[in-house]
């Protein structure tokens, strides 16, 4: 496999099974999804681990891929409230951590999970993806949330950036794209789903694209955010 494809996507409702065959245009290797409903048959949807946030709502990490073999990783004590782990074997050894932030503070159920993780996440490879529910506002009076940068800078000091922004050479509260619009309104729209990586795998990626569309809106209120990474160029690299 020369190029691994993660989405995060917060579907904000629907079936494990109904979602994954919305993103197979997408052709995911891995996929985190939020918001889903119960899972019906945990072999056929290709899950990895997943958990039920609420009676009807969770999230749930996913490996459609044949080519791509994972096994679910315990989170430490301590962390978020909706975070799941897991370690990629194939085909590059990786741990993916995906948080659904929690309110009332966002940015901090973010941090918890980071905190309590920030040795495997120096030591790598590691990603971080998910809504944040914590980033940009972009309805023309750019801002971010409270506490947003704090939560930019753990991830800095841990080693990580935000694939979306790197790629596409931005900075925060200067994002072309948003990933939510409240209540389906085009006109508020954010940018508060990510994807973190090392800061060495930034040169090796080829595709950071939010999904969007007619179709894409009537599903939710969140956007898929597609990370593509060059796995042949990237070879032996770790987390710098």
Same mark, same amino acid.
Request: aromatic content about 8%; overall charge neutral; hydrophobic content about 40%.
């Given at each position: 496999m020369s190029r691994v494809r993660i989405v995060t996507w917060n579907c904000r409702s629907g079936?494990?099974?109904?979602?994954?065959?919305?993103?197979?245009?997408?052709? $995911?290797?891995?996929?985190?999804?939020?918001?889903?409903? $119960?899972?019906?048959?945990?072999a056929s949807a290709n899950v990895v681990c997943s958990r039920m946030i609420s009676r009807r709502k969770g999230i749930a990490l996913l490996a459609p891929a044949a080519?791509?073999?994972s096994i679910v990783r315990p989170l430490l004590n301590g962390s978020g409230r909706a975070a799941i782990?897991?370690?990629?074997?194939?085909?590059? $050894?990786?741990?993916?951590?995906?948080?659904?932030?929690?309110?009332?503070?966002?940015a901090e159920d973010v941090m918890l999970t980071l905190r309590r993780h920030a040795v495997e996440l120096r030591a790598g490879p590691c990603v971080v993806i998910g809504d944040f529910?914590?980033?940009?506002?972009?309805?023309?009076?750019?801002?971010?949330?409270?506490? %947003?940068? @704090?939560?930019?800078?753990?991830?800095?000091?841990?080693?990580?950036?935000s694939a979306y922004h790197v790629f596409h050479d931005v900075s925060p509260g200067h994002e072309a %794209?948003?990933?939510?619009? %409240?209540?389906?309104?085009?006109? @508020?729209?954010?940018?508060?789903?990510?994807?973190?990586?090392?800061?060495?795998?930034a040169s090796h990626?080829?595709?950071?694209?939010?999904?969007?569309?007619?179709?894409?809106? @009537?599903?939710?209120?969140?956007? $898929?955010?597609?990370?593509?990474?060059?796995?042949?160029s990237l070879g032996s690299c770790r987390q710098a």
């Open positions: 079936s494990v099974g109904q979602r994954l065959s919305e993103l197979a245009e997408l052709d $995911p290797h891995l996929v985190f999804l939020q918001e889903c409903g $119960p899972i019906e048959n945990a080519s791509c073999r782990a897991a370690q990629i074997l194939t085909p590059v $050894p990786l741990v993916v951590i995906g948080i659904w932030a929690q309110g009332p503070d966002y529910n914590s980033g940009s506002r972009l309805d023309g009076r750019a801002s971010q949330t409270k506490h %947003h940068q @704090r939560l930019l800078d753990t991830c800095a000091d841990l080693g990580l950036v %794209h948003a990933t939510y619009f %409240h209540q389906f309104k085009r006109s @508020r729209a954010w940018h508060i789903d990510f994807c973190f990586m090392p800061r060495a795998w990626l080829v595709n950071v694209t939010v999904i969007d569309g007619r179709e894409w809106g @009537r599903r939710s209120d969140h956007r $898929p955010l597609l990370v593509e990474v060059n796995m042949e």
